[in-house]
């Protein structure tokens, strides 16, 4: 998880990433008067899996 945004690989990120710069796939916020929060800037080094433990 980066951000919000929740996937598998970091490849999946940088799209969900620049999906929501265009706008598409995540909606609206209903009832939010501000303008549509930026995403941070992706950090500078790979984005790994944290793995599964149970």
Do not use: C
Not at 36 to 42: D, G
Request: charged letters at 30%.
């Amino acid at each position: 998880m980066w951000w919000n945004f929740v996937a598998r690989s970091g490849e999946e990120i940088v799209q969900a990433r620049n999906d929501w710069e265009k706008g598409e796939r995540f909606g609206e916020v209903h009832g939010y008067d501000g303008a549509r929060l930026p995403a941070p800037a992706l950090p500078t080094t790979p984005l790994k899996p944290r793995g599964r433990v149970r």
